[in-house]
């Protein structure tokens, strides 16, 4: 027996590692994960030009602010008809398209060397993120579709790879090429990136690609509910699972952010002073990269899986109430690297189960809920952050912004158990549990 024990990791490793080597054989797959991690990239050395030029040609600080909020705001305002959008027409030809017009608007800022205008820049920022609300969901349905079941949770967990990676390095090139360079080469060269990817997307082979039928061709209801416009939405935030799922992933998403408005003052408090932010954030980048890999290693079919991403979740707010007690730096960067395997832990598992159980033609919109939720997660922590420990202090303020995380966990796994009850004692009732309650 006790060998046996013994040869149960080498065997997860084996599987583990059968699984991505799988999913590294799938050409779609490559071409897609290859252009989402080359467009973070791009992404994040952008966004070292566009704060140069909003602290240059604005107020300092407070024009900076306002271009964050500028990116923030169409997630807010447009998330929700962009999931509509990207169910009713999504394909691989869709994408391209909207490659091609994210590509056009990036090259656009190349404008502001002309016409070196404050409110030019912050409407170009608009425009570009008011495109994205439909290109992330389209992308990531255009993914899900072009992989079998079983790849999907691996994807994820690359995919969630490929965006902390593109996060770590991006900004380093873009510092890089301003070094040498105006930003309108970081312009160009992102709008290059758009376009690189849209030629990716182009050369999918689409009989990998699961047929999809739009709404007005397709049946229209899913269990007797009709699938179309918004009552899609209502019909997604009536699964009881779902919108636990939901409120969780905002809550936690809300933590995160008010913890990293937070992470100067701790820095400052723990020694490490104000530049100290940097050894945080790579400790999550850290916990991060191995909470994707970790995560894509399973199929997450079994409603037992909304049990991790409970488990998961409420392990991040319990880490990020540690960093914020923590009396030393080792401790600290410890709860970091806990907090940032906890997340994505719980975002892979978590899309992973819902994209095996929801219907094909929903998934924009669920996509898009859980954008609006790390839209208002995000809005919300940046303030109630800085504001809490203004009021409690710091470790106050964490403990308190864990507190919600940690009791929506619990509801989600209480919902999880009255939705099928027998999932807990019986191993054959995961198996025959592929439907929504």
């Given at each position: 027996m006790p060998r046996v024990r013994s040869s149960r990791p080498i065997v997860a490793a084996r599987r583990a590692g059968s699984r991505y080597r799988s999913l590294s054989r799938q050409r779609n797959a490559r071409l897609l994960l290859g252009s989402a991690f080359v467009s973070e990239i791009g992404d994040w050395f952008n966004i070292v030009a566009l704060l140069a030029l909003a602290a240059r040609f604005g107020d300092g600080a407070l024009s900076v602010g306002v271009m964050l909020a500028v990116r923030m705001a169409p997630?807010?305002?447009?998330?929700?008809?962009?999931?509509?959008?990207?169910?009713?027409?999504?394909?691989?030809?869709f994408l391209v398209v909207v490659q091609l017009a994210?590509?056009?608007?990036?090259?656009?800022?190349?404008?502001?060397?002309?016409?070196?205008?404050?409110?030019?820049?912050?409407?170009?920022?608009?425009?570009?993120?008011?495109?994205?609300?439909?290109?992330?969901?389209?992308?990531?349905?255009?993914?899900?579709?072009?992989?079998?079941?079983?790849?999907?949770?691996?994807?994820?967990?690359?995919?969630?790879?490929?965006?902390?990676?593109?996060?770590?390095?991006?900004?380093?090139?873009?510092?890089?090429i301003l070094t040498v360079a105006a930003p309108t080469a970081v312009f160009l060269l992102n709008g290059l990136t758009f376009v690189g990817n849209a030629v990716a997307v182009s050369r999918i082979d689409r009989?990998?690609?699961?047929?999809?039928?739009?709404?007005?061709?397709?049946?229209?209801?899913?269990?007797?509910?009709?699938?179309?416009?918004?009552?899609?939405?209502?019909?997604?935030?009536?699964?009881?699972?779902?919108?636990?799922f939901t409120g969780v992933f905002l809550a936690a998403n809300?933590?995160?952010?008010?913890?990293?408005?937070?992470?100067?003052?701790?820095?400052?408090?723990?020694?490490?002073?104000?530049?100290?932010?940097?050894?945080?954030?790579t400790s999550v980048a850290v916990g991060t990269i191995v909470g994707s890999a970790a995560a894509g290693v399973g199929e997450y079919r079994h409603r037992g899986a909304l049990y991790l991403v409970a488990g998961a979740l409420a392990a991040m707010a319990v880490a990020l109430g540690v960093f914020g007690v923590a009396g030393g730096i080792p401790l600290a960067l410890v709860a970091l690297v806990a907090a940032g395997i906890g997340t994505d832990v719980g975002e892979v598992v978590g899309t992973t189960h819902f994209q095996h159980h929801l219907p094909e033609a929903l998934w924009g919109r669920f996509l898009s809920i859980l954008l609006v939720g790390v839209g208002m997660g995000g809005v919300i922590g940046v303030l109630s952050g800085p504001l809490l420990a203004k009021a409690v202090g710091i470790s106050g303020a964490l403990v308190l912004l864990a507190v919600p995380v940690v009791v929506l966990c619990g509801i989600l796994a209480a919902i999880t158990r009255r939705a099928h009850p027998q999932a807990d004692t019986d191993p054959m009732a995961f198996a025959a549990d592929h439907t929504m309650t």
């Amino acid at each position: 027996m006790p060998r046996v024990r013994s040869s149960r990791p080498i065997v997860a490793a084996r599987r583990a590692g059968s699984r991505y080597r799988s999913l590294s054989r799938q050409r779609n797959a490559r071409l897609l994960l290859g252009s989402a991690f080359v467009s973070e990239i791009g992404d994040w050395f952008n966004i070292v030009a566009l704060l140069a030029l909003a602290a240059r040609f604005g107020d300092g600080a407070l024009s900076v602010g306002v271009m964050l909020a500028v990116r923030m705001a169409p997630r807010l305002l447009f998330q929700v008809p962009a999931g509509a959008i990207v169910d009713r027409f999504a394909s691989p030809r869709f994408l391209v398209v909207v490659q091609l017009a994210m590509g056009l608007v990036a090259a656009s800022f190349a404008l502001i060397a002309a016409v070196p205008n404050l409110w030019l820049l912050y409407g170009l920022v608009f425009a570009l993120e008011t495109i994205n609300t439909v290109a992330w969901p389209a992308f990531r349905v255009e993914l899900g579709r072009s992989l079998t079941a079983d790849q999907r949770a691996p994807a994820n967990g690359l995919l969630g790879l490929a965006m902390t990676v593109g996060q770590l390095i991006g900004p380093t090139i873009g510092w890089a090429i301003l070094t040498v360079a105006a930003p309108t080469a970081v312009f160009l060269l992102n709008g290059l990136t758009f376009v690189g990817n849209a030629v990716a997307v182009s050369r999918i082979d689409r009989h990998r690609t699961i047929p999809f039928v739009p709404d007005n061709d397709a049946p229209q209801t899913h269990g007797g509910v009709g699938l179309a416009g918004a009552a899609g939405y209502r019909w997604l935030l009536r699964q009881p699972t779902l919108a636990a799922f939901t409120g969780v992933f905002l809550a936690a998403n809300l933590m995160v952010q008010g913890t990293i408005a937070l992470f100067v003052s701790r820095a400052t408090a723990l020694g490490l002073g104000q530049h100290g932010t940097g050894v945080f954030y790579t400790s999550v980048a850290v916990g991060t990269i191995v909470g994707s890999a970790a995560a894509g290693v399973g199929e997450y079919r079994h409603r037992g899986a909304l049990y991790l991403v409970a488990g998961a979740l409420a392990a991040m707010a319990v880490a990020l109430g540690v960093f914020g007690v923590a009396g030393g730096i080792p401790l600290a960067l410890v709860a970091l690297v806990a907090a940032g395997i906890g997340t994505d832990v719980g975002e892979v598992v978590g899309t992973t189960h819902f994209q095996h159980h929801l219907p094909e033609a929903l998934w924009g919109r669920f996509l898009s809920i859980l954008l609006v939720g790390v839209g208002m997660g995000g809005v919300i922590g940046v303030l109630s952050g800085p504001l809490l420990a203004k009021a409690v202090g710091i470790s106050g303020a964490l403990v308190l912004l864990a507190v919600p995380v940690v009791v929506l966990c619990g509801i989600l796994a209480a919902i999880t158990r009255r939705a099928h009850p027998q999932a807990d004692t019986d191993p054959m009732a995961f198996a025959a549990d592929h439907t929504m309650t």
